[in-house]
C-alpha cells in the first residue's frame, strides 16, 4: 500500500478512483484480508460502499464499518505526501532535541 492513503470517510471518494480495501472480516469469514483492488462505484442506499473488481463483473458489497478503504494516489499526490511528511519529521526534530523526552 506504499502509493494509497486511508480513506477516513468514503463519501469523499469519487465514482472510478481506484481503491484497494482491507475487509476485517464478518461471520462467513473470520479472518482480514486486502484484496486486490477496483473502482469505487458508489454507497447504496443501505450504506455499503460498492466497488468494482478490476477484471469482470464482480461488485464489492462492503460495510463501512467492516473495511479500511485506501485510494490510489497519482505521481502528483505521492511527491505533494512526501514533501508533508519530510516537513512533519523536521518539525518533529526541530520541536524535540534529542535527549528531551515529551
Known amino acids: 500500500l506504499q502509493h494509497y492513503r486511508l480513506v477516513p470517510n468514503p463519501r469523499r471518494l469519487f465514482k472510478g478512483n481506484f481503491v484497494r480495501f482491507i475487509d476485517l472480516g464478518n461471520e462467513t469469514s473470520p479472518l482480514p484480508y ?4 477496483g473502482h469505487f462505484q458508489g454507497i447504496d442506499d443501505d450504506g455499503e460502499v460498492l466497488i468494482k473488481a478490476p ?6 458489497r ?3 464499518d467492516r473495511c479500511l478503504i485506501f485510494k490510489k494516489l497519482t505521481p502528483e499526490m505521492v511527491d505533494a505526501f512526501s514533501q508533508v511528511d519530510a516537513l512533519r519529521v523536521a518539525l518533529r526534530e526541530a520541536l524535540n532535541p534529542p535527549g528531551w523526552d515529551f
Open 34 to 37: 486486502l484484496a486486490a483492488g
Open 55 to 60: 477484471y469482470g463483473r464482480r461488485i464489492f
Open 62 to 64: 462492503l460495510h463501512p
